[in-house]
């Protein structure tokens, strides 16, 4: 295996979305050719209720999917499609808004901890106006490939044999959350596709890739020079790995709207406006 290396360390913006809801957004507008099929990541994560009770009221989307990962906390979601669903730790809510959806997410408590990622994966020109669909993955049902070393928790893709939930033929996700359970420090090395873009989010304790540690809480894009990940842990590290196959599709974004051209945004800011997007 050819490990990637390290191509670039990103902080992120500190900003706020919905009603206010203080957040990280690591993966930027800047960032969505380089990491195309993803648009965008958000790691939200406070203990204070100020920064997260406004919430994401109402809010359209339409032509990509969201992927949102709760590690504390709980959210609530409702949509025009009739889904309700509770978010608790350790839960997935997948959502491919297609052709549209209205939905809000709105936090079940009003202080503690609340943390987790949103992840924006980009459909391909041929399903941007499909049909909505929606999958809540509970903590207890989300796939494990587990060692006495290691909890990989499996939100797409395949780790050693464990599949994941959601399966997308375009863009073919990966998105591993890691646990090293070890307590010395481990080496870990997995194969990645190559043409894939990819990067790794540190939330807990420390990682380093060619001995350079990631800090916490910052997107670390992988080149695109190997055929694989190689990481170095210390033990009650935590990190996600994210990778995917880049659609190479023209991407328009205006909000919450994501197609390939401009009269396409238009159309989604008409409909949206006169009642008819979902
Ligand atoms: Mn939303």
Known sequence: MKARRLEALVAGEKTSDGAGVKLTRLLTHHWQQRLDPF?????FGSDKGQDYIGGFPNHPHRGFETITYMLAGRMRHNDSVGNVGMLHPGAVQWMTAGRGVIHSEMPEQE??????????LNLPSRDKMCEPWYLDIPNDALPEWRSDALCVRVIAGEFEGVQGRVVREATQPIYWDV????NQPLSFERALPVGHNAFVVV????????????????MAVLANDGDGVALQLEPGCRFIVVAGRPLKEPIAQYGPFVMNTRDELMQAV??????RLA
């Open 111 to 120: 202080d503690g901890l609340m943390n987790g990622f949103q992840l924006w």
């Open 203 to 218: 939330y807990e304790g420390e990682v380093q890739l060619d001995g350079k540690r990631l800090p916490l809480h910052h």
């Open 39 to 43: 648009l965008m990541l958000d790691f």
């Open 270 to 275: 008409h409909d949206y406006q006169s009642g």
């Open 179 to 182: 646990h090293c359970l070890s």
